[in-house]
């Protein structure tokens, strides 16, 4: 049986006030060699992402609306051949049993419907939502993370993480605020 690990803390956050302080910030976090980190900006900083590791080729949700498109067009097509050729079948004037030309419509709205839920169940699931509670809540600034402040959070599932050595970064980096964030 696996052991699962907990952790008694959730990571070390550092507050700034601009986004060139958070990104100077991150940057001094992977050159120091901690991957497991995230921000938290008031709008998207590029930069940012870019530093921390989100690359467009983690995502994979273009691949699960793919799936399901594909799995929705022969879903449709096939619910329409069963439904003309075995459940229901109407010989009249030499009309095939799968009149394929007629069945483009429902095969067409079936792919899209499929590929939108697919996208939208597989974005929410990928993306880990719902999650009514964040440890990142708890630190008490970090209400103004949607309004005018700018956040780094180094977490300690990380595995170079070392509390003192992490509280030393953020504060050689220009942070306004250095804080322990509990689990």
Known sequence: MKEVKTYPIYGVM???ETPHALILATKAAYGAGYRVMDAYTPFPIEEVSEVIGFHRKDNKVPLAT???GILGGIGGFSLASLA??????????GRPL?????????????TILLAGLSCAFGMLA???FPQPYHPVFNVPSFSRASNDRFFLCIEARDPKYDESSVMD???????????RVDG
Do not use: Q
């Open 169 to 179: 970064l953020l504060r050689k980096s220009d942070a306004t605020e250095v804080t």
């Open 14 to 16: 550092a507050e700034f």
């Open 84 to 93: 003309s050729s075995s459940w229901y079948p109407l010989n009249i004037a």
């Open 98 to 110: 799968i009149p394929w030309p007629a069945f483009i419509p429902v095969t067409f709205e079936c």
């Open 126 to 128: 990928m993306n880990g």
């Open 66 to 68: 793919l799936i399901g």
